[in-house]
Nanobody
Framework: QVQLVESGGGLVQAGGSLRLSCAAS????????MGWFRQAPGKEREFVAA????????YYKDSMKGRFTISRDNAKNTVYLQMNSLKPEDMAVYYC?????????????????WGQGTQVTVSS
């Protein structure tokens, strides 16, 4: 049974930081590209960042570049999202996703498995 479990969300003031984690089980983690997406109320789920399965190359939505960092630890089957300089518009439910042999796509439909999400709230 495949499970992706996000953690690390919470309430933070604007300008603050959070580190999200996503622990995977039931898959050969190192064979999967991992992505982070987010969804705010009334909006479509959008791409945040991704990291490829082999080279660990990273990709970001333009508005996150320089503020967010995605990384992975294959020994721990975990992907992270370090979020700095958070803004109220970053408030959303953040989801991690896994894409077998993926190349770090921003297309959510290319991902095979999804977590349940973790809420990030940013107060102004």
């Amino acid at each position: 049974q495949v499970q992706l479990v996000e953690s690390g969300g919470g309430l933070v003031q604007a300008g603050g930081s959070l580190r999200l984690s996503c622990a995977a089980s039931g898959i050969t983690f190192s064979n999967y590209a991992m992505g982070w997406f987010r969804q705010a109320p009334g909006k479509e789920r959008e791409f945040v960042a991704a990291i490829t399965w082999r080279s660990g190359r990273t990709y970001y939505k333009d508005s996150m570049k320089g503020r967010f960092t995605i990384s992975r630890d294959n020994a721990k089957n975990t992907v992270y999202l370090q979020m700095n300089s958070l803004k109220p518009e970053d408030m959303a439910v953040y989801y991690c996703a896994a894409d077998l042999y993926g190349l770090g796509s921003a297309n959510r439909y290319e991902y095979d498995y999804w977590g349940q999400g973790t809420q990030v709230t940013v107060s102004s």
